[in-house]
Each structure stands twice: as structure tokens, then as C-alpha cells.
């Protein structure tokens, strides 16, 4: 097991390496001159040519490539632009924030996605199977953006459930950072109260967020349970006299939700590039409204800067997932 | 034989699967009685209705499509016909245990051997026997099926373990309760030949030592001889005919018996080709009025068009077929 974590991990490395490369030569064919662009647009030629120089604008791709290899390995990302600051100081802030976020999405898409997909599968072309699916249909089918804006709309402004958007209303004490994430911070400081109500924030974002991803687990598991109830450990399992409720949520779930891991790590990563729109939507200072605000500003250093980090994110969890299929199947666990 | 109650009363059962195109008559007002002791052998080709039968009996097929038309099935003298889910889960595995075709698919791929053993006593036992005592039964059940290493097997999961160790292990679970009846839906089918006449020993010894009552389903007259007493040979959902295995090899009296006898190869007479029986089985969404054979019985005239039910032509041995008279005989196994 712990071979498989290194090999992963030097996989990882690789993959992100990569990743740098793509950015970077994307950051660098766009059009526009960096060193104009990071010089702001008030600079006179000279300071341009200065910071052409101090930042080697003026040396060839490859050269360039290798200093900002050399630049990220030291944990520097690059100053934005836009405010001015570190980009690493920066994504220390806006990061925990959308992970907190992200967290809460996907726990509501696998908490609702399995059982639901369980029931339909059980409930096969009967009614709650079609209810069930409406669900998984619009969810596919629904954009993001879209449905932010309408559950703003009708929970936010309309019925007055939920707050518009942000992280905490500002009366709402901020508790002292310690890993940045509201909830996480709030619980540590023994205030449940703040806890709960940056959850109350998080509600709406976090439901435009899942949708998609629920749809997908809904889909995958209930396909998946179709399958498993009719193999024929089931049948077994049932010719022994076991329950009907011990087969369906142990005997067969834990075959049937090896799919839906898989499924899972791939909506992760879905998810945090949605971030870019719902944070948009719900004015919730994450890094995705940082990314867009860098994109729309032509920052270049924080978009690749969140780029490799989404990207890691993305790779970490999968990681994670196959883990949990480790742990799940003792079959996947012997090849290892 | 003494015992005036049968084990196991299959009375007038007919079957039906609802399908688009109609109803597909499975099984057709089929008898089959096993008095305490016996091991009585079900044969016929693939998709005659054999599993079909022994599942339904016991509510292991899904309704719908299935839907029993008519009939009593009743086990030591219980009617099982009509009883709740509930109800049937405590009858299977207690009195009634099964053990099936492929080893390799009938265990649960994802939990340990000691697991699914322990469950399966435990719900056999409906809860009554607790985990450790469970655990108990199972050890001591491993060893009488002869399986090497019980303790270590207990931990392995079934992809360790090869096909005949699986098979063992199946029994082992299926007998812990001392069930009334077992059925052996061709249990050795799908292992190879020296493993398959292990498996056999094994059997014939436990239907020996536990002095069990036993359906073995088979379409191989040469597995089913050395394990069972009696046999009922299964044509397109109906029993064509029943009787002693010594007459059933010596003295066949169904034309089809008489083919199946025909197609097996004999180990003193060298052929250029094995006999088979010509055609198909009839369409079963319109199942012709009289015998299901007759349109591939070499032996077919006018009356054959006609229902024709078991005949009786020697004390235990009954034939559905028009060539035979029915002589009136005291007959202690159908004797009520």
C-alpha cells in the first residue's frame, strides 16, 4: 500500500509537470506582451524594458520555462496584477474557502446520490424510479450558472430562506484562521453558532454546485445496483435467508458503489472548475472568483497559478479514490 | 419412505412469465414428491424449466414477470404457497438450503469468507445464534467439507480461492442449519472433471451422514447416478416421466428419456458420432395442447395430440407419454 502512495505520488509530480507545461505555453502564446502587461498600463518604456529584463521577458521559451519551474519549486507563484499581492499569499486565502465549499457539494451528491440511486434502482420503471430520474435528467441537464441564479432567485430573494450570497453576513463574527475554512475554524474556536451559519451560506452555491455531480452518482449507482441485485451472490445471499435490507445497503452496495468512486473523483475535479461560475453567482470570495477575476483582468501568473493548484487538487482526490477502491475490493488491493 | 408426510410435495405447479408477447408457459402442471431420505435427481435439457421450478417453489424468482397459475407446494406438511416474504426468508436457508451451479459467482466477491459464513448461520438461525457461536458452526462446518486450513480460509476472500474450495465452502454454508432439503442446482457443472467427482464424494457422503432429502438438478444422467436414487426427467416446463435410477438406465420409457440415454457416450462402444435428438423445444408462448415432445418424438401418431398426464407403469415408476397404459398400482411414495 504504501508503495502504491509513493508510486502515485511520483506520478503525480510528473502529471503536474505537465500540467506547468500547458499553462505556461498557453500564459505565453496569448497574445499581448507580458512585460507591458505586468508593468500596468500607466509605465513609461523604460520601466517596461526594466521589467522585461528583472523578470527575463526578453529570454527565449525554454529558458523562461526552466526559471519558472525553478521559481514554482520555491513555492513562488508570481505576484497578481490585480491585487497586487503574492499569488501565494493570496491563493492561501481564497483556497480553503472553495475547498470548503467543494467538500460540502460533494458530500451533499454522494450522501443523496447513492441512497437515491439505490431507490430507484430498487423501484425499477415505478413511479419513484421516474421521479428519481427526473432528478438525474435535469441535473445533466441544467447549467450551473442557471440554476444558481434561479435557486438566488426564488430561495434567496423570494422566500428569503437563504442568504443571497458570501461566506458569513456582517454582523457574523469571523473566527481567528487557522485552516481557513469558516466552519472548520469556527468549530475549532467553540463557536457551533458561526459554524452553522457559514454552512447557511454555503447552501445554495453548494446545491448549484452538486446537482450535476448528484445526477451522475444517481445514474451511475442505480445502473450499478440494477446489475448487482440480479448477480447471483444475491441470489445466494437470499437463498440463505438474509434480509432484504442487509443485501440491498451492505451485500450489494459495497459492489455497487465502486463505479460511483470512480465517478466521484472525476466530479470533484468538475466541480472545482465550477466553482468559476457559481462563485461568480454567489459573490463567494473562492478561488474561482479569484481565477475569473485574473482571466477578465489578463492576470496571468494567478490563472496558471490556480490552474496547477485546481490541478493537484484534482490529482490528490483521485488519489484518494483509488485508495478507497483499495479498501472496498480485496481484489484491486492484491494487484497492488 | 416409511414417513407418510413427504419432505417435500410439489403439487399441480404451473408456472408463467408475463412478456410482451404474452404469457411464456415455463412450467406446466408439474408433481414432485421426496419422501424424508431421498435424493432425487431433476434432469432435462438446459431451459426446461428445472431451476425455474425449485426457485419459485421458494419465492427466488422475481414476481413479475413470474406468476405462479396453480398449484401447492408444501414442505413437511407446510403450505408455502402464499406465505409472505418474511415468512419465506425463515423456510430458506433453515429448512430449505441451495447450493448452485457456478462457485465462482455465488459468493460475494467483496467480503471475506467468515463473513458471508457467519452471516448467512446467523440469518439462517434467524439472529438467534450470536456472531462468536456463529463463527463456531462455521469453522466446524469447513471441516466436514473437508476444506484444508479453516482457519485460514475464514479470512480469504472468494477470488483466493479456487473453484472446488468455493464449492466446499457453498455446501458447508448451505448444510450449517440442518435443513430439511437441499437443492443442488448442478453443482458441479462448472468445475473441472477430477474436482467435479470430489465435489460428488463429498455429496453422496453428506447425503449419507446427515441423512439428508435432496434435488439435484442436472442435465447429466452420469453425475446425477452417483449421488441420487430416483429420477425425474423435465421436458419444456413438464415431468415427463419418474422412476428408480436402475429403470430409468435399464428400462426407459419416454422417448426423450430414451434420447437423453442415447446422447451420453459409452465408455465400451466406440460411435462415429454421439446420438442427439432432432429439433427444439416447442414455443412455449403457444405450448402445443397435448405431449410438448411430440413434434420431436420419433414415435408420434394421432393420440399424441391429446393431453396426456404420468402414467403408471411399474410400482414407483410413472411416464407421460401415450405409448404406455395406465396400470393402477399401490405406490408408497404418492400415497397419502
Not at chain 1, 121 to 141: C, E, K, T, Y
Not at chain 2, 8 to 25: K, Q
Not at chain 2, 255 to 261: I, Q
Not at chain 2, 280 to 286: F, K
Request: glycine letters at 8%; one cysteine or more.
Amino acid at each position: 500500500m504504501t508503495r502504491l502512495i509513493l508510486k502515485r505520488l511520483g506520478m503525480m509530480v510528473v502529471m503536474l509537470l505537465g500540467l506547468a507545461i500547458i499553462t505556461f505555453s498557453i500564459a505565453n502564446i496569448a497574445p499581448g506582451d507580458p512585460a507591458r502587461l505586468a508593468a500596468g498600463p500607466d509605465a513609461t518604456p523604460e520601466m517596461v524594458e526594466q521589467i522585461r529584463e528583472t523578470r527575463g521577458f526578453d529570454k527565449p521559451l525554454p529558458v523562461r520555462f526552466a526559471l519558472y519551474v525553478g521559481q514554482l519549486v520555491r513555492g513562488d507563484l508570481g505576484t497578481s496584477v490585480y491585487t497586487g499581492r503574492s499569488v501565494s499569499d493570496d491563493i492561501a486565502q481564497f483556497l480553503p474557502a472553495t475547498m470548503e465549499l467543494v467538500f460540502f457539494a460533494i458530500t451533499i451528491a454522494i450522501v443523496f446520490g447513492i441512497p437515491l440511486g439505490t431507490l430507484a434502482a430498487l423501484w425499477q420503471n415505478r413511479f419513484p424510479d421516474h421521479g428519481i430520474r427526473l432528478i438525474a435528467v435535469s441535473g445533466a441537464a441544467l447549467p450551473m450558472f442557471w440554476l444558481g441564479l434561479m435557486l438566488q432567485w426564488y430561495l434567496a430573494l423570494e422566500l428569503g430562506w437563504f442568504p443571497l450570497g458570501g461566506r458569513l453576513g456582517v454582523f457574523d463574527d469571523v473566527p481567528p484562521q487557522i485552516t481557513g475554512m469558516i466552519t472548520i475554524d469556527a468549530l475549532l474556536n467553540g463557536d457551533p453558532r458561526t459554524a452553522l451559519t457559514a454552512l447557511w451560506y454555503m447552501v445554495l452555491p453548494a446545491a448549484a454546485l452538486s446537482l450535476p455531480a448528484l445526477a451522475a452518482i444517481i445514474r451511475v449507482n442505480r445502473a450499478e445496483m440494477l446489475e448487482v441485485l440480479g448477480r447471483d451472490y444475491v441470489i445466494n445471499a437470499k437463498a440463505q435467508g438474509i434480509g432484504p435490507l442487509r443485501i440491498t445497503a451492505i451485500y450489494a452496495q459495497k459492489n455497487a458503489i465502486l463505479p460511483s468512486l470512480a465517478m466521484i473523483g472525476l466530479r470533484f475535479g468538475w466541480m472545482l472548475g465550477g466553482t468559476v461560475l457559481v462563485e461568480g453567482v454567489f459573490d463567494f470570495p473562492g478561488i474561482g472568483l479569484y481565477a475569473a477575476k485574473a482571466a477578465v483582468s489578463s492576470d496571468f501568473e494567478p490563472i496558471m497559478a490556480v490552474t496547477l493548484i485546481l490541478g493537484a487538487a484534482f490529482m490528490f482526490t483521485n488519489l484518494l479514490i483509488d485508495l478507497a477502491y483499495a479498501v472496498l475490493d480485496p481484489r484491486v488491493r492484491n494487484q497492488v | 419412505m416409511m414417513d407418510s408426510t413427504p419432505i417435500l410435495d410439489i403439487r399441480d405447479f404451473s408456472l408463467v412469465f408475463d412478456t410482451f408477447d404474452g404469457a411464456y408457459h415455463a412450467i406446466d402442471k408439474v408433481d414432485l414428491s421426496l419422501a424424508a431420505g431421498e435424493a432425487v435427481a431433476l434432469v432435462g435439457e438446459t431451459g426446461c424449466g428445472k431451476s425455474v421450478l425449485t426457485r419459485a417453489a421458494f419465492g427466488l424468482v422475481p414476481s413479475p414477470p413470474a406468476r405462479i397459475t396453480s398449484g401447492s407446494v408444501r414442505l413437511d406438511g407446510r403450505e408455502l404457497l402464499g406465505l409472505s416474504d418474511r415468512e419465506l426468508r425463515g423456510v430458506r436457508g433453515k429448512d430449505v438450503a441451495m447450493i448452485f451451479q457456478d462457485p465462482m459467482t455465488y459468493l460475494n466477491p467483496v467480503f471475506r469468507i467468515g463473513t458471508q459464513l457467519t452471516d448467512a448461520i446467523r440469518a439462517q438461525s434467524g439472529g438467534k445464534v450470536k456472531r462468536a457461536e456463529a463463527r463456531d458452526i462455521a469453522l466446524g462446518m469447513l471441516e466436514k467439507v473437508h476444506l484444508p486450513n479453516p482457519e485460514r480460509q475464514f479470512k480469504a476472500y472468494p477470488h483466493e480461492l479456487s473453484g472446488g474450495m468455493r464449492q466446499r465452502i457453498l455446501i458447508a454454508m448451505a448444510l450449517a442449519a440442518k435443513p430439511k432439503l437441499l437443492i443442488a442446482d448442478e453443482p458441479t457443472t462448472a468445475l473441472d472433471v477430477t474436482i467435479q467427482a470430489q465435489i460428488l464424494d463429498l455429496m453422496a457422503e453428506l447425503v449419507e451422514d446427515m441423512g439428508l432429502t435432496m434435488i439435484m438438478i442436472s442435465h447429466d444422467l452420469g453425475v446425477v447416478a452417483q449421488v441420487c436414487s430416483r429420477v425425474a426427467v423435465m421436458y419444456a416446463g413438464k415431468i415427463v416421466e419418474d422412476a428408480p435410477i436402475g429403470q430409468i438406465f435399464d428400462a426407459p420409457a419416454h422417448p426423450y428419456t430414451k434420447g437423453l440415454l442415447d446422447a451420453l457416450p459409452h465408455p465400451f462402444k466406440r460411435v462415429e458420432r454421439l446420438a442427439s435428438i432432432p429439433g427444439t423445444l416447442p414455443d412455449l408462448l403457444n405450448p402445443p395442447k397435448g405431449c410438448r415432445f411430440a413434434q420431436r418424438c420419433a414415435s408420434a401418431h394421432a393420440a399424441c395430440d391429446a393431453p396426456v398426464g404420468l402414467r403408471r407403469v411399474a410400482p414407483q415408476h410413472t411416464v407421460a407419454c401415450t405409448l404406455f397404459e395406465d396400470t393402477p398400482m399401490k405406490d408408497p411414495v404418492h400415497e397419502h
